[in-house]
C-alpha cells in the first residue's frame, strides 16, 4: 500500500493526496494482470538486488496511459528487514515519441536505400563495405553477404584501384558523376557514372 509520496507524484498520476494514501499500489496500474506480471518480474530481483531499473508503463486517474522510467528500492527496518519500497518515477513519454520517430525515419530510409534505382554502397574509414542494396547486387553480381565487410576494391577497377575517390582528400566532394570501371564477380566489365561524399558523424568527424 501507498504510504508516502510527493507532489510531483500527485501531479503525474493525477491524485489528490487523500484519494491515493493507503491504497494499494495497483491503482497506477492499467490492469490487475499488468500489477501482478510486475511484482512477479521485478520484485524478486529488488530483493536480492536492493534496487532495481525499469521502463513500465503506468494509468493516471484518468484511465490516460504513459511510460516511466522507475528506480525501485529496497526499505529496510532497523532489524534489516524488509519494511517497504520505494520508487522513484520519470515520466519518458517525450524520449519515448523521439526514439519511434527515429525508429520509423529508419525504415523509411532502409525502405528507400533498397528501392531507389541507382546502387547505393557505404564503406566506412578502410574502405570495407558497411551497406550494399539491392540494385548493387544486381549491377555488380555480388549479393549483400558476400560484399558487406569486403574491401570495395572487390569490384573496382580503373581508376579507382590507382586512387581511391572516396576517401582521398585532395578529390574535392562531392564526386558528381566520375566515370568508372567495375569488374562484375561473373568477370565482365562495367562502365558507370558514380557519385560519391562523405559520410559523418554528429560532430562532423568523416567516418566513411
Not at 550494399?132 to 572487390?154: D, H, P, Q
Not at 566520375?178 to 562523405?198: H, L, P, Q, V, W
Request: aromatic share 10%.
Amino acid at each position: 500500500d501507498i504510504v508516502s509520496c510527493n507532489t510531483a507524484f500527485l501531479q503525474l498520476f493525477g491524485y489528490e493526496k487523500n484519494d491515493i494514501m493507503g491504497k494499494s499500489v495497483r491503482i497506477t496500474h492499467r490492469s490487475y494482470e499488468s500489477f501482478e506480471y510486475l511484482g512477479e518480474r521485478i520484485y524478486p530481483d529488488v530483493k536480492k538486488k536492493g534496487t532495481a531499473r525499469i521502463e513500465w508503463v503506468f494509468a493516471r486517474k484518468d484511465g490516460s496511459l504513459f511510460p516511466a522510467e522507475t528506480v525501485i528500492s529496497v526499505v529496510r527496518l532497523d532489524d534489516g528487514t524488509i519494511g517497504g519500497y520505494a520508487a522513484i518515477m520519470r515520466d519518458i513519454t517525450d524520449r519515448k515519441s523521439l526514439e519511434e520517430g527515429l525508429v520509423t525515419a529508419k525504415a523509411r530510409a532502409e525502405l528507400i536505400f533498397q528501392v531507389v534505382p541507382s546502387a547505393i554502397f557505404t564503406v566506412d574509414r578502410s574502405c570495407r563495405i558497411t551497406g550494399w542494396n539491392r540494385k548493387a547486387e544486381e549491377i555488380t553480381g555480388y549479393m549483400a553477404s558476400e560484399a558487406v565487410g569486403a574491401e570495395c576494391f572487390l569490384f573496382a577497377e580503373y581508376p579507382c584501384k590507382d586512387g581511391c575517390g572516396l576517401l582521398n582528400p585532395d578529390v574535392p566532394k562531392p564526386v558528381v558523376a566520375r566515370e568508372c570501371t567495375i569488374r562484375r564477380k561473373d568477370g565482365s566489365m562495367r562502365f558507370i557514372s558514380k557519385n560519391a561524399d562523405y559520410l559523418r558523424d554528429s560532430a562532423g568527424n568523416i567516418v566513411g
